[in-house]
T-cell receptor
């Protein structure tokens, strides 16, 4: 199997709050983890790619100081949305992949973030 | 960036075979083409991947022509539970980024 657990599944918080989302690969070692953002009725937009023990690589237009990514172990990556504002409200999804370019990504069930 | 084109939506009836094509005219030479299924408010689920010709597993088949400018996901005998959005994922030839297609919303009717 290849199970990825993402928590929390739903967050509602006030503007200015920082929110941390966890992504864990439960039964395999994830060399690479990905973070996506998805708006309603749209495809997944890659935010950043992280490799264990290295700094994340952010996509163009994604503020690295706003979206802090840590991939401290082969089974855990975290995304922290700092000082969140209403425009950060979205569906955030992580995925994890074993070593190897053509290893499929296995996805968590996403986090619905609502900033009031 | 690699550009992909998928039909926005498709309708089918239970028991029919459904073929969803993703056109991708410029993708990374060594990357596999992967397809995912996504239900509302869930993460995508891996369906199948391949490099060339035909790949089949217990749920789907994937057809990739020799020029790799497209790929077709084939779902045999769909059921109501196959109603979902289906995405292709390909590699960009410049920079190595993996790119999701726009997604095809499949609606299966009784």
């Amino acid at each position: 199997g290849a199970v990825v657990s993402q928590h929390p599944s739903w967050v509602i918080c006030k503007s200015g709050t920082s929110v941390k989302i966890e992504c864990r690969s439960l039964d395999f070692q994830a060399t690479t983890m990905f973070w996506y953002r998805q708006f309603p009725k749209q495809s997944l937009m890659l935010m950043a790619t992280s490799n264990e023990g290295s700094k994340a690589t952010y996509e163009q237009g994604v503020e690295k100081d706003k979206f802090l990514i840590n991939h401290a172990s082969l089974t855990l990556s975290t995304l922290t949305v700092t000082s969140a504002h209403p425009e950060d409200s979205s569906f955030y999804i992580c995925s994890a992949a074993r070593e190897g370019r053509n290893q499929p990504q296995h996805f968590g069930d996403g986090t619905r973030l609502s900033i009031l | 960036l690699a550009k992909t084109t998928q039909p926005i939506s498709m309708d089918s009836y239970e028991g029919q075979e459904v073929n969803i094509t993703c056109s991708h005219n410029n993708i990374a030479t060594n990357d596999y083409i992967t397809w995912y299924q996504q239900f509302p408010s869930q993460g995508p689920r891996f369906i199948i991947q391949g490099y060339k010709t035909k790949v089949t597993n217990e749920v789907a088949s994937l057809f990739i022509p020799a020029d790799r400018k497209s790929s077709t996901l084939s779902l045999p005998r769909v059921s109501l539970s196959d109603t979902a959005v289906y995405y292709c994922l390909v590699g960009d030839p410049q920079g190595g980024k993996l790119i999701f297609g726009q997604g095809t919303e499949l609606s299966v009717k009784p």
